[in-house]
């Protein structure tokens, strides 16, 4: 089946500092990723939606250029997290669009910033 | 603009006994739906999607759910449930198959 990973898992950094996550389709192509981001006990919320080769489109609220994101290749899309602060601290979540409508979840990504 | 909701948030039932997450969207386009379901810590699985066709779909893990358009609901059952099945439970809706739109999660919590 259609795997997407994430790394790092787990990354806690200083608040003021940036730090990328980043998210890979390994065995499939995708020419659309997309990153949410989940608070505790609370539902995913679409940040962007990252289309190959061309800028990434923000949800509403979302600060674009807080949350950078590059969608280098067909199979990677990097969220560059930066100036982190700890409210910025939360479970970030990617996936990768197969085909016309089914979407492949990576593991996720917890950030603290302390 | 589309919305989902899952009307209860958490769901507590004892091992062996059915179970029905319940799961209703409001869109004024047509959308495609799927449950998926979260453990902890991590990404979310696909359990079953609805695409068109038969409104009664079979996922994985012995899960199924029934669109029904009239009542806007996509429901989800499972016969009997097993200890593995303490999950997070996601429906989603998809307009034309772009962005998921997510409800906020029915926690199943299965009891021996």
């Known amino acids: 089946g259609a795997v997407v990973s994430q790394h790092p898992s787990r990354v806690i950094c200083k608040s003021g500092t940036s730090v990328k996550i980043e998210c890979r389709s390994l065995d499939f192509q995708a020419t659309t990723m997309f990153w949410y981001r989940q608070f505790p006990k609370q539902s995913l919320m679409l940040m962007a939606t990252?289309?190959?080769?061309?800028?990434?489109?923000?949800e509403q609220g979302v600060e674009k250029d807080k949350f950078l994101i590059n969608h280098a290749s067909l199979t990677l899309s990097t969220l560059t997290v930066t100036s982190a602060h700890p409210e910025d601290s939360s479970f970030y979540i990617c996936?990768?669009?197969?085909?016309?409508?089914?979407?492949?979840f990576g593991p996720g990504t917890r950030l603290t910033v302390t | 603009a589309q919305s989902v909701t899952q009307l209860d948030s958490q769901v507590p039932v004892f091992e062996e006994a059915p179970v029905e997450l319940r799961c209703n969207y409001s869109s004024s386009v047509s959308v495609y739906l799927f449950w998926y379901v979260q453990y902890p810590n991590q990404g979310l699985q696909l359990l079953l999607k609805?695409?068109?066709?038969?409104?009664l779909v079979k996922g994985i893990n012995g899960f199924e759910a029934e669109f029904n358009k009239s009542q806007t609901s996509f429901h989800l059952r499972k016969p009997s449930v097993h200890i593995s099945d303490t999950a997070e439970y996601f429906c989603a809706v998809s307009p034309y198959g772009n962005k998921l739109v997510f409800g906020a999660g029915t926690i199943l919590r299965v009891k021996s």
């Open positions: 609805y695409l068109s066709g038969s409104t």
């Open positions: 990252s289309n190959e080769g061309s800028k990434a489109t923000y």
């Open positions: 996936s990768a669009k197969q085909g016309l409508y089914e979407q492949y």
